[in-house]
T-cell receptor, first 112, second 114 residues
Framework: NAGVTQTPKFQVLKTGQSMTLQCAQDMNHEYMSWYRQDPGMGLRLIHYSVGAGITDQGEVPNGYNVSRSTTEDFPLRLLSAAPSQTSVYFC???????????FGSGTRLTVV | AQKVTQAQTEISVVEKEDVTLDCVYETRDTTYYLFWYKQPPSGELVFLIRRNSFDEQNEISGRYSWNFQKSTSSFNFTITASQVVDSAVYFCALSETSGSRLTFGEGTQLTVNP
């Protein structure tokens, strides 16, 4: 089925560990974004991309890296996990800024 | 900078009551897009509606309706005859044409009790 696929769904990390959250879409969308959701704060933009090879920072980029080598994939890297990065992470994609974004099912990350 | 405010953190109603979720936004752009998303207890985000800044017509879809007023920078969402299945967190979001991002409000937790 077409959509946005995020893996893993759940992850527990120790402080200082690194990991990559995977995001893939098969709708040929140019726009892709990563958000984190924390209680009472809505969804906040971490990084976004307007096409392969083009990325930019969002509202809360510190501690995260991204790259976009293909249209389909937009991985999010945590270089050295911190407890403050405990959150639910959503990847989203869209055909354009004026279309509704399609979201993945989310990754629940806990850093201990 | 753009901003979305959902002042109602939590709303609790009894089934069959009507309920309105408020959304107020700020933007400097003259062209922008407003969205509502639903997040049920299962956690996924479900797209409900998109409205562009040039279209102030209200929209109705079944029990859902949306009232867009540029004069007050508001994009409110009404559920008529609420049902238990409407229990969810609802997010209002804004996208400007100058960027490629959605700015979300804090969300409103709606609980519909039987």
């Amino acid at each position: 089925n077409a959509g946005v696929t995020q893996t893993p769904k759940f992850q527990v990390l120790k402080t200082g560990q690194s990991m990559t959250l995977q995001c893939a879409q098969d709708m040929n969308h140019e726009y892709m974004s990563w958000y984190r959701q924390d209680p009472g704060m809505g969804l906040r933009l971490i990084h976004y991309s307007v096409g392969a090879g083009i990325t930019d920072q969002g509202e809360v980029p510190n501690g995260y890296n991204v790259s976009r080598s293909t249209t389909e994939d937009f991985p999010l890297r945590l270089l050295s996990a911190a407890p403050s990065q405990t959150s639910v992470y959503f990847c989203a994609s869209s055909y354009s800024t004026w279309n509704g974004y399609t979201f993945g099912s989310g990754t629940r990350l806990t850093v201990v | 900078a753009q901003k979305v405010t959902q002042a109602q953190t939590e709303i609790s109603v009894v089934e069959k009551e009507d309920v309105t979720l408020d959304c107020v936004y700020e933007t400097r752009d003259t062209t922008y897009y407003l969205f509502w998303y639903k997040q049920p207890p299962s956690g996924e985000l479900v797209f409900l509606i998109r409205r562009n800044s040039f279209d102030e017509q209200n929209e109705i879809s079944g029990r859902y309706s949306w009232n867009f007023q540029k004069s007050t920078s508001s994009f409110n969402f009404t559920i008529t005859a609420s049902q238990v299945v409407d229990s969810a967190v609802y997010f209002c979001a804004l996208s400007e044409t100058s960027g490629s991002r959605l700015t979300f409000g804090e969300g409103t937790q709606l609980t519909v009790n039987p």
